[in-house]
């Protein structure tokens, strides 16, 4: 028997033969093949035994050489990642200005200030009275000077009508020295006092004076009115100018030394507002004299005063007062009733921090205005008028002898195109 094992030809068919004897017994049964799987593998170890890698070659259980390479295992798509798109940064919600209240240039009170003076010496009982009041005829000249960093102390007496003493400090001594030498030219007498002073008094018939002076870095005025016991008759014979100057002198001695050593404070900055450089022409757009029902009114003009005042308060108001007043031939005639024989505006630019609806004021609707309210008040005489917020600034409208509260749906008509008139940002 030939031990040696077969090659060549011979060893190709037997491996054949064993592969397809191998298929064969693959696919009997399930019942049979459970008994066939050890003598299986025993037959392929045989075979690998005998032909070596010939036999794994010839089974298939090594890759041929001569056989196309398999296919790669095809790689997975990487999934895209999404494109983060930018998204706006919020913007944060605009916060409103808060409204700033302007602060006196002199950094002192009025009761310090005036802590050496005298003031019955002026006026009986003085009590002081803020002049910004929210009934006060005068309250926008006063928020004026105070944008203008005028510091105002006023005392009233109740036993006159119209008894005040005034004391205004600015810091503004280049139209201080040029007003007390417009006025020395004018005739008015010099105290001696400071850089420069003038006085004068009871030119109006009754005990007054009024009196400014220079001091660096100050200009001071100082008046005073009394009319407590005799109400616009002649100056008594027991009054002495003498003695009034000499008082108002030591009035204003006492205030320089007061304000000996301050420094001014920064200006007030104005907020920005349409009605920053707004002028009576302006108004001309707005047809009052019609809508008023007082169609003889021609106007709008700047109002000025004849009367001399104490300086400071005739050059440092910051406020525009404009009228509509009837014509000087008609001057003298009666006005009918229902109608105005004067119109006023005033327009504080950027005094919002002013505005201050009294108590008994009636809110109203005014068309372009932020707010609105309908105020009267009494004194002498009654009047009524529209104060109104446009654009961060303070307006008055119809502050006039006469307007009634019948006549609330005038103003407001009138109040609405004098707002109409804002001029463009």
């Given at each position: 028997m030939n031990s040696e094992p077969p090659t060549g030809d011979e060893l190709n068919r037997m491996l054949v033969t064993m592969k397809q004897n191998v298929l064969e017994r693959t696919t009997e049964s399930p019942r049979r093949k459970r008994n066939r799987n050890l003598g299986l593998g025993l037959g392929l170890a045989a075979l690998l035994a005998i032909g070596g890698g010939s036999g794994a070659l010839a089974l298939g259980m090594l890759p041929s050489p001569f056989q196309a390479s398999a296919p790669s295992t095809p790689t997975s798509t990487p999934t895209p990642t999404p494109t983060v798109r930018p998204t706006a940064t919020p913007r944060p919600t605009p916060t409103v200005a808060p409204v700033v209240a302007p602060v006196p240039s002199a950094p002192i009170d009025c009761a310090t200030l005036t802590n050496g003076i005298d003031l019955t010496a002026f006026i009986p009982d003085p009590v002081y009275?803020?002049?910004?009041?929210?009934?006060?005829?005068?309250?926008?000249?006063?928020?004026?000077?105070?944008?203008?960093?005028?510091?105002?102390?006023?005392?009233?007496?109740?036993?006159?009508?119209?008894?005040?003493?005034?004391?205004?400090?600015?810091?503004?001594?280049?139209?201080?020295?040029?007003?007390?030498?417009?006025?020395?030219?004018?005739?008015?007498?010099?105290?001696?006092?400071?850089?420069?002073?003038?006085?004068?008094?009871?030119?109006?018939?009754?005990?007054?004076?009024?009196?400014?002076?220079?001091?660096?870095?100050?200009?001071?005025?100082?008046?005073?009115?009394?009319?407590?016991?005799?109400?616009?008759?002649?100056?008594?014979?027991?009054?002495?100018?003498?003695?009034?100057?000499?008082?108002?002198?030591?009035?204003?001695?006492?205030?320089?030394?007061?304000?000996?050593?301050?420094?001014?404070?920064?200006?007030?900055?104005?907020?920005?507002?349409?009605?920053?450089?707004?002028?009576?022409?302006?108004?001309?757009?707005?047809?009052?004299?019609?809508?008023?029902?007082?169609?003889?009114?021609?106007?709008?003009?700047?109002?000025?005063?004849?009367?001399?005042?104490?300086?400071?308060?005739?050059?440092?108001?910051?406020?525009?007062?404009?009228?509509?007043?009837?014509?000087?031939?008609?001057?003298?005639?009666?006005?009918?009733?229902?109608?105005?024989?004067?119109?006023?505006?005033?327009?504080?630019?950027?005094?919002?921090?002013?505005?201050?609806?009294?108590?008994?004021?009636?809110?109203?609707?005014?068309?372009?205005?932020?707010?609105?309210?309908?105020?009267?008040?009494?004194?002498?005489g009654s009047s009524c008028y529209v104060d109104l917020l446009s654009d961060g600034s303070w307006l008055q409208v119809g502050y006039a002898s006469g307007a009634t509260p019948e006549m609330k749906g005038l103003l407001v008509a009138a109040a609405e195109a004098i707002v109409a008139t804002r001029p463009a940002s």
């Open positions: 009275a803020p002049e910004l009041l929210p009934k006060n005829y005068d309250r926008t000249t006063e928020a004026g000077l105070a944008q203008q960093g005028v510091l105002s102390c006023v005392w009233r007496s109740e036993a006159g009508s119209y008894s005040n003493v005034v004391v205004r400090v600015s810091n503004d001594v280049t139209t201080g020295t040029r007003w007390t030498s417009e006025r020395h030219d004018a005739g008015d007498s010099s105290l001696g006092l400071g850089r420069s002073s003038v006085i004068s008094c009871g030119t109006e018939g009754n005990s007054s004076c009024r009196a400014s002076v220079v001091a660096d870095p100050w200009w001071i005025s100082f008046s005073f009115y009394d009319d407590s016991s005799w109400s616009f008759d002649p100056s008594p014979d027991a009054w002495s100018e003498d003695t009034a100057r000499a008082d108002v002198s030591s009035a204003l001695r006492s205030l320089s030394t007061a304000l000996v050593g301050l420094t001014p404070t920064a200006a007030w900055q104005p907020p920005a507002t349409d009605w920053a450089d707004a002028t009576c022409s302006v108004l001309s757009g707005a047809d009052v004299p019609t809508i008023v029902g007082s169609p003889e009114l021609v106007g709008p003009a700047e109002h000025t005063w004849t009367e001399v005042g104490d300086g400071i308060s005739d050059t440092k108001d910051s406020s525009v007062d404009c009228r509509w007043v009837l014509p000087l031939e008609a001057g003298d005639q009666p006005v009918a009733d229902g109608s105005f024989g004067e119109f006023r505006v005033t327009i504080v630019p950027g005094g919002e921090w002013a505005y201050e609806p009294v108590d008994d004021s009636e809110p109203v609707s005014v068309a372009g205005a932020d707010a609105a309210t309908f105020v009267c008040v009494s004194s002498e």
